[in-house]
T-cell receptor, first 113, second 110 residues
Framework: DGGITQSPKYLFRKEGQNVTLSCEQN?????MYWYRQDPGQGLRLIYY???????QKGDIAEGYSVSREKKESFPLTVTSAQKNPTAFYLC????????????FGPGTRLTVL | GESVGLHLPTLSVQEGDNSIINCAYS??????FIWYKQESGKGPQFIID?????DKRQGQRVTVLLNKTVKHLSLQIAATQPGDSAVYFC?????????FGTGTRLQVFP
């Protein structure tokens, strides 16, 4: 998992509650990313950040929020506005620039009851 | 473990045979491509990458081929082993993001 940690591995929440997923990296990477994965589908980009204190919406940002106050941390909040939050969430990081190989964390499985 | 895809295309091979996993990409301007392997319940793992100025790149037991004319990428795994069983994703770099394919499940039988 290359220096990227996500916690917890499994997370359960009641419908209507906000929940924050943790992502930390010690690779000194500038860029970080959040993806959502559902069965039968590939990875879909939620948010990404290329530098501290800056982030951009991905393809499915509605119902999610992020912050990038530190280079090593990129937490994702799943808000009550997200209509179908149960999914497998993956965080990734990269050095940025032209090559941009992304390295992934182990993922967090979120189940909303 | 986590199911990463219930209805993915599946490739079934016998242990020791070679595997070829194919991927079509969408953007002719993409200049960088990556193959990832994802085991059940885990995050994707980098396998090999290739830039658009190359047609072929080899790693340990893996080879990636790039055909820009038809926008096609393939991953060849030599002497496939049970540990190769996983879902394989290709990804293309588009500006500052990676665009992932839907994946192919590789099943290895003894």
């Amino acid at each position: 998992d290359g220096g990227i940690t996500q916690s917890p591995k499994y997370l359960f929440r009641k419908e209507g509650q906000n929940v924050t997923l943790s992502c930390e990296q010690n690779l000194n990477h500038d860029a970080m990313y959040w993806y959502r994965q559902d069965p039968g589908q590939g990875l879909r980009l939620i948010y990404y950040s290329q530098i501290v204190n800056d982030f951009q919406k991905g393809d499915i940002a509605e119902g999610y929020s992020v912050s990038r106050e530190k280079k090593e941390s990129f937490p994702l909040t799943v808000t009550s506005a997200q209509k179908n939050p149960t999914a497998f969430y993956l965080c990734a990081s990269s050095t940025g620039g032209g090559r941009d190989t992304q390295y992934f964390g182990p993922g967090t499985r979120l189940t909303v009851l | 473990g986590e199911s990463v895809g219930l209805h993915l295309p599946t490739l079934s091979v016998q242990e020791g045979d070679n595997s070829i996993i194919n991927c079509a990409y969408s953007n002719s301007a993409s200049d960088y491509f990556i193959w990832y392997k994802q085991e059940s319940g885990k995050g994707p793992q980098f396998i090999i990458d290739i830039r658009s100025n190359m047609d072929k790149r080899q790693g340990q037991r893996v080879t990636v081929l790039l055909n820009k004319t038809v926008k096609h990428l393939s991953l060849q795994i030599a002497a496939t082993q049970p540990g190769d069983s996983a879902v394989y994703f290709c990804a293309e770099k588009e500006t500052d993001k990676l665009i992932f394919g839907t994946g192919t499940r590789l099943q290895v039988f003894p």
